[in-house]
């Protein structure tokens, strides 16, 4: 079978994490007798360097005539300047917006050897696996007004977190979804206390929750979530939350597994069933980390498993997918580590050496 998909590298250590996953799916390909076409374009500051902008109109048209999209990383000190007028964030957001990219699913699963690579006890994140489920298109980075202005007293800045029916039940229903094919338990976060977009938000949930009575919901503060991912992370199944919460939360959920670098993301345009093939971008959930950029050190870990995310939620490729998580798996047996998650007793490798051991899983 043939795939295409597009191939965004990005900043930093987004290209080279990129061929490091490329390595690995064609492994896969030549395992499982698939071909894939991959299409290369520029986003992020690279893209502003070249184009003058962060996401070109040819990026955007590739991206909607593939199958999927992989994208490496933006960002750096480079383009950081609070004045300027164009950053390479924003080709990342209008690559969400533009692709219709409203449900991003983010794993959370330790490792059983790497338990002891935390900040945390052994104890706490042993058994660890859940699913962030987070709003991607609506809420403060999206919704109007959002300005800046000068009074007599004073710059101000305003920001509005708006949330409707629709955005809200559809990313609900992703969460449901997701957790009827695992352990059957949905905790939607919001800040109903305080805020009219997360009392609506809980509101629709219980609506929603009525066509699911093989699920248990139930709801929890967003401050008070933030305190259990430390406390008891082997409570949670699968998380549905907006789009800034979310933000936060899954950085700090990140850091229950080692590290960044292990940790895979989807960002799907529909909701996931059984036996469906949707289009998504995949990403890890790590920046573009400019000061390790060329020196062959980021994990690119979390960059193959989101290729693994692709292979099973856009091109239906279940057990291809299997194959790549699997040899993940066992490289990190058999004792190899990048220095992120490095520990005594490991073996320490570089970018291009793990990905050369996972591709060679895959492929023996």
């Known amino acids: 079978m043939q795939f295409e998909l597009a191939v965004l590298p990005g900043d930093g250590v987004g290209p080279e994490v990129t061929t490091e ?8 390909g030549k395992k499982f007798s698939h071909s894939f076409k991959l299409n290369y374009g520029l986003v992020g500051g690279v893209a502003i360097d070249q ?60 490792s059983p050897v790497l338990v002891d690579s935390t900040n945390l006890k052994p104890e706490v994140i042993r058994g660890v696996d859940f699913i ?35 955005e809200i039940e559809r990313i609900v229903r992703v969460g449901f979804e997701l957790a009827r094919g695992r352990r059957k338990k949905l ?5 109903a206390n305080v805020l009219e977009s997360s009392r609506l938000w809980r509101q629709v949930a219980v609506e929603v929750a009525g066509k699911y ?5 139930d709801h929890m503060l967003v401050d008070a979530c933030s305190m259990r991912i430390i ?5 949670f199944d699968v998380l549905v939350t907006e789009n800034m919460f979310g933000d936060i939360l899954t950085d700090e959920a990140s850091m229950l597994a080692g ?28 920046g573009s980390a400019p000061r390790r950029a060329g020196l062959d050190m980021a994990n690119p870990i979390a960059m193959i498993l989101s290729t693994a995310m692709m292979l099973r939620h856009s091109f239906g490729l ?6 790549v998580e699997t040899a993940v798996d066992e490289v990190l047996s058999d004792g190899y580590r990048t220095y992120d998650i490095m520990a005594e007793g490991k073996t320490k490798v570089g970018t291009k050496r793990m990905g050369d051991l996972t591709a060679g899983k895959v492929g023996g």
Request: glycine share 10%.
């Open 21 to 28: 996953a490329i390595k690995v799916l064609e492994a896969v």
């Open 51 to 110: 184009e003058g902008t962060a996401l070109p109109e040819d990026t955007l048209k590739m991206c909607r005539a593939s199958g999927a999209v992989l994208l490496g990383a933006v960002g750096g000190p480079k383009w950081d300047d609070p004045q300027a007028k164009v950053h390479p964030e924003d080709g990342l957001l209008a690559l969400r917006k533009g692709l219709g990219l409203f449900a991003n699913l983010r794993p959370v699963k330790v």
């Open 132 to 166: 962030f489920v987070r709003e991607l298109t609506g809420g403060l980075y999206f919704a109007q007004p959002k300005k800046r202005w000068q009074t007599a007293k004073g710059r101000m800045a305003t920001d509005s977190m708006t949330y409707s029916e629709q």
């Open 187 to 191: 905790t939607s976060v919001d800040k």
């Open 213 to 217: 009575p093989d699920v248990e919901l």
């Open 231 to 235: 406390q008891n992370p082997a409570y």
């Open 259 to 286: 590290s960044m670098g292990m940790l895979p993301s989807a960002s799907l345009a529909g909701v996931p069933q059984e036996g469906t093939k949707i289009f998504g971008m995949y990403e890890p959930i790590h």
């Open 318 to 323: 279940a057990k291809e997918a299997q194959s």
